[in-house]
């Protein structure tokens, strides 16, 4: 009976979600619409800046890991993930730090113009369960076909590999270990992530094809056609979807996160808020890393 609920309820989710997700379709014309009013955000970032902050903290985090490991090389593998997930939050936040220094210098409005307004927390956070909603069915499908394609490839023995913070999760029962790792997967990537590949590669990408596409753009094209090619909008988005997806290591994860990376690049330009991606980040983690403990 418990079981038969369980099952009701995630088909609620999912129905309610493709029935968002058709009633977007059709009102936005297949999405073509959906972007037309998403003013850009005025920046002077040159190309290559976003990458400084990647650099730094993934060379920065690999390094330090080493040299602690190789220090430390008789710790318990509780002792040594824990020691890695410290490693990953503090330098992660210092990188967090640089970017909204970084967002403060080259933004026309500074904070506001990069998306963190404080006065759109609340309406971010209520609105996030509901895009995260309208896209559930597409990330479920994603899934679904990734075990399709890897039985037809590998076998009926193939399994999508956990993510490397709910394997230890699961591996390890320390509850001040486990409330780390949640605290990380649930605040720290969330913001790093949507500071890095929404904020700046997804910024620094349309600015550069809104440049390119006004100076190519004929003039005789339709009104909507060309507010679509002076936005530049959806290939912002997809090319730094790619890039956050390539971000992350598993090959099994890589298309459910692609769809997860549009939504979320989809939100910020739709929304204008830098804190709506990183409420749907935080809200998917979340209910990675709740499942995970209720298995």
């Known amino acids: 009976m418990e079981f038969d609920n369980i099952l009701n309820v995630d088909k609620l989710i999912f129905f309610t979600g493709l029935a968002l997700f058709v009633f977007w379709v059709c009102k936005t014309s297949l999405g073509r619409k959906a972007l037309l009013n998403s003013a850009p955000r005025r920046n002077n970032m040159p190309l290559y800046l976003p990458f400084i902050p990647f650099s730094i903290c993934f060379g920065i985090i690999f390094l330090v890991s080493s040299i602690a490991k190789t220090l430390l090389s008789d710790l318990q593998k509780w002792q040594s993930d824990f020691l890695d997930n410290i490693i990953i939050c503090i330098f992660e936040l210092i990188t967090i730090a640089l970017m909204i220094f970084l967002a403060r210098i080259h933004f026309t409005r500074r904070l506001k113009g990069f998306g963190l307004n404080i006065k759109t927390i609340v309406k971010d956070f209520f609105l996030a369960f509901v895009n995260l909603l309208t896209v559930w069915p597409l ?20 399994q999508i590999e956990q993510h490397q913070q709910l394997k230890m999760i699961t591996e390890h029962s320390q509850v001040l270990s486990r409330i780390l790792i949640a605290f990380t997967a649930v605040v720290v990537v969330p913001l790093f992530e949507e500071l890095l590949f929404r ?14 596409r006004s100076l190519l753009s004929p ?35 890589r298309p459910a996160l692609f769809v997860l990376g549009v939504c979320l690049g989809y939100s910020y330009e739709k929304s204008g808020s830098l804190f709506r991606p990183i409420f749907i980040h935080a809200i998917f983690n979340a209910i990675s890393v709740i499942a995970t403990l209720n298995q």
């Open 199 to 212: 904020g700046l590669f997804q910024t620094t990408i349309r600015s550069y094809i809104e440049s390119f």
């Open 219 to 253: 003039q005789n094209k339709s009104e909507v056609e060309q507010t679509i090619d002076r936005h530049g909008a959806w290939p912002a988005i997809v090319i730094s979807s790619v890039l956050f997806t390539m971000a992350h290591a598993n090959l099994g994860h």
């Open 139 to 158: 990330i479920i499908t994603a899934i679904g076909l990734t075990f399709y394609i890897g039985e037809m490839i590998w076998g009926r023995e193939y």
